[in-house]
């Protein structure tokens, strides 16, 4: 399959014509519990996993981003059940991450739904990572404070503790696992016909996921692309990239996208 592409067609049977182990990253958000049905198409879930499992390189990542539906005040779950049916056929299960988000309150008996998963599963050890780095609060601190009041038994503590060498804090770290994004129209995309698309994904996030996981030159699949966010940060950190849905208006959405990413890198 040609990369660099946005393809129209069924999911499940578009995968079928991908290689086995030609992809190197794989980021996207299926559709949620009662939105099975997308465009006309029911969502696959199992068989969707499995050609994943075929197309992925040995170390290649899945970044799977998904949410449960509420139906008569209650979470349904889904979203365990796909992360463990993927460990079931073979993926680890890397990392459990959040996605938080903005959220507008609502009228319910519940706390508000701040976040999604992210779960990010691997065919045997992830071959990259290119860790986000994040300033520290107190570079060049001490890493251990002391105290100014002790009993007996601390003082003795204390001069032990106080022969140990103290490192000074670096001025950055790893980024923890909880990833927070505005969302909406002023902070998701500046493509404004993105939001056509009734469920797209900040594209910081999908460059986060982009930069973490791969190197310039892989292969970045979305199998269920919509408006083109994963394929359109691809493109722009000089990822190939494959991108496929059911419907034509959204295909369109995502190849426009990825032109005008591509034409103002040129310019």
Known sequence: MKENNIICGNCVGALKEIPDESIDLVVTSPPYDKLRKYKGYEFDFEEIAQQLLRVVKKGGVVVWVVGDATVRGSETGSSFRQALHFKDIGFNLHDTMIYQKNSLPKNHRRYEQDFEYMFILSKGKPKTFNPIKVKCKFPEKPTARQNSYFSETDEINRSARSKKKRYPVKEYKIKGNIWKYL???????????????????????????????????DVVLDPMCGSGTTCKMAAKNNRAYIGIDVSEEYCAIARERIRRIIYEQEQ
């Open 183 to 217: 969302v909406g129209k002023n902070h998701s995309t500046k493509d404004k016909d993105a939001f056509k698309h009734p469920a797209i994904f900040p594209e910081r996030l999908a460059e986060d996921h982009i930069l973490s996981w791969s190197n310039e030159g």
